[in-house]
């Protein structure tokens, strides 16, 4: 059974394996530097639908059949879904699955998602939940039409200003079998830092991640240096910046791999994407690609994966108030690790 380790850290007594990964993204993601990574890239930002969000569950269900072939499971086989997106009342989600069959967990903690579903899928199986598949997504067009303004409007963009990712990452859970581990889950708080700017979100955010961090080394004993890679979510550029700069007054040393999904995606250099990437897809579909296969082959073998989320909405902005960030923690291993 888990084990409750100081104040926000759960260990868990039985290792859960990831036992496959898929992650399907668009054509901008395709061309950047992770391209390699992704099992689909699709050229087709509709994916062959008339509007954007059925374009993101299809996305989804894409991403889903793709995981469950890769496992060689069955659909019918998974005893829970636990899955998320950007759009109200995660409909990306429960669209994609409604015709599955399968017990669903909607999940809702904005770019921070895959933190939280990969924490509670794995709390889950190790209590004997058996197979669990947890996904997420965000789509460009579907986040830029909710969170800030139709992209027909053409609206400038500020330098701190990140990108949506149009894609979606799926993993599937056991207590058995093969894949690298999940030993460790350190769940967030909420941290507001007082930011109001919807174009900083980095800003908002590195706070959180802090925070996160903090609770991990502090409940675990762990040094940063135990993993080989510690890559937080959708921070982007700027927001990493302020997180190594609040990291080093609080006596935090990073010297191995230390970077953020929303650096990894994109290629800052010959891509417009501003401060980097963005949205619930982003550190989904880097962890179910880049972070996985860097396991498997042996690259990594300890990774603390701490993806992070903007806890707020439009309406919350509009009427004055700051925005709230989350920051969950994973600690994935392979065999070997301190459990």
Request: glycine share 12%.
């Amino acid at each position: 059974m888990p084990e409750h380790l100081g104040k926000q850290t759960l260990r868990l007594g039985t290792p859960v394996h990831v036992a496959a990964g898929a992650a399907v993204v668009g054509k901008k993601e395709g061309e950047g530097p992770l391209s390699d990574c992704f099992d689909t890239v699709s050229q087709d930002a509709y994916f062959g639908q008339k509007t954007w969000e059925a374009a993101e569950t299809a996305l989804m269900r894409s991403c889903f059949t793709a995981v469950c072939a890769k496992a060689q499971l069955a659909p019918g086989e998974l005893h829970y879904i636990l899955a998320g997106d950007l759009q109200n009342q995660c409909t990306a989600s429960a669209y994609a699955v409604r015709d599955a069959g399968i017990p669903f967990l909607g999940l809702y903690n904005a770019c921070s998602t895959m933190g939280e579903a990969l924490g509670l899928g794995a709390v889950l199986t190790a209590c004997g939940a058996g197979t669990v598949c947890a996904m997420v997504s965000s789509h460009f067009c579907t986040a830029e039409r909710q969170f800030r303004m139709p992209l027909e409007y053409g609206g400038q963009r500020s330098p701190t200003a990140q990108w949506t990712v149009t894609g979606a990452g799926a993993v599937i859970l056991r207590a058995g079998g093969a894949g690298p581990c999940i030993t460790h889950i350190t769940s967030g708080r909420v941290v507001d830092a007082g930011v109001k700017d919807l174009s900083n979100m980095g800003a908002a955010m590195a706070p959180a991640a802090l925070d996160t961090l903090l609770a991990h080394f502090s409940d675990t004993g762990r040094e940063p240096d135990y993993y080989d890679a510690v890559i937080t979510g959708d921070l982007g550029h700027f927001g990493h910046t302020l997180l190594e700069d609040l990291a080093r007054q609080e006596g935090l040393r990073f010297s191995r791999t230390f970077t953020d999904c929303g650096m990894l995606v994109f290629d800052k250099t010959n891509q417009d994407v501003h401060a980097g990437g963005s949205g619930a897809g982003c550190s989904a579909s880097v962890f179910a690609g880049h972070i996985l296969r860097c396991l498997r082959e042996g690259s990594w073998n300890r990774v603390l994966f701490a993806p992070t989320g903007a806890l707020m909405s439009t309406v919350t902005n509009q009427q004055g108030e700051s925005i709230p960030a989350i920051c969950h923690a994973v600690a994935v291993e392979n065999e070997g690790g301190e459990i």
